[in-house]
Antibody, heavy 120, light 107 residues
Framework: EVQLLESGGDLVQPGGSLRLSCAAS????????MSWVRQAPGKGLKWVSG????????YYADSVKGRFTISRDNSKSTLYLRMNSLRAEDTAVYYC?????????????WGQGTLVTVSS | EIVLTQSPDFQSVTPKEKVTITCRAS??????LHWYQQNADQSPKLLIK???QPFSGVPSRFSGSGSGTDFTLTINSLEAEDAATYYC?????????FGQGTKVEIK
């Protein structure tokens, strides 16, 4: 059974930093691309960042480029999102999502999400 | 950036009725269009991938069609458990984008 368990969400001040983690199990982690998708309170889904199965290729939405860094540790089956220079508009539930293949970004499984609140 | 526009934004439907949700892309995405269901306070779940391929375990009352810029999600014979928000999503061109969502309510 595929399981994705996010952690690391917290209340942080504007300008602060946070690192999210997503522990994966139930599949061969290195074989699949992974992404982060966020959902602001009461709003729709927005893709944030993606990484290929090997970790060699990364992608970012313009709104987070230069501030967020996606990475993965395939030996630990864990996905990360380092978030710097956080803004109020980054407040959201952050979901970890599994791609359907090494370089595929159809999201076939999602975690339960972790809440990031940026506020003073 | 490809903009996905769903219609309607909201639909109130009686059980066993047929539901049709459309998703229009601002430019062609080929068949790289996917549909998700998000129940209240839950994570999204994949329903249909690549416009018309049902994901494993998805009930047969859910189907998808379309290509290029115009796509449709159909729910035949709506059941109470189908009350949710439905999103389309394109992976034809970076950045990947989602539609604004269609909320389906059971009357």
């Amino acid at each position: 059974e595929v399981q994705l368990l996010e952690s690391g969400g917290d209340l942080v001040q504007p300008g602060g930093s946070l690192r999210l983690s997503c522990a994966a199990s139930g599949f061969t982690f290195s074989t699949y691309a992974m992404s982060w998708v966020r959902q602001a309170p009461g709003k729709g889904l927005k893709w944030v960042s993606g990484i290929s199965g090997t970790g060699s290729t990364t992608y970012y939405a313009d709104s987070v480029k230069g501030r967020f860094t996606i990475s993965r540790d395939n030996s630990k089956s864990t996905l990360y999102l380092r978030m710097n220079s956080l803004r109020a508009e980054d407040t959201a539930v952050y979901y970890c999502a599994k791609g359907e293949s090494r370089d595929g970004y159809t999201f076939d499984y999602w975690g339960q999400g972790t809440l990031v609140t940026v506020s003073s | 950036e490809i903009v996905l526009t769903q219609s309607p934004d909201f639909q109130s439907v009686t059980p066993k009725e047929k539901v049709t949700i459309t998703c229009r892309a601002s430019q062609s995405v080929g068949s790289s269009l996917h549909w998700y269901q998000q129940n209240a306070d839950q994570s999204p779940k994949l329903l249909i991938k690549y416009a018309s391929q049902p994901f494993s375990g998805v009930p047969s009352r859910f189907s998808g069609s379309g290509s290029g810029t115009d796509f449709t999600l159909t729910i035949n014979s709506l059941e109470a458990e189908d009350a949710a928000t439905y999103y389309c999503h394109q992976t034809g061109s970076l950045p990947w984008t989602f539609g604004q969502g269609t909320k389906v309510e059971i009357k």
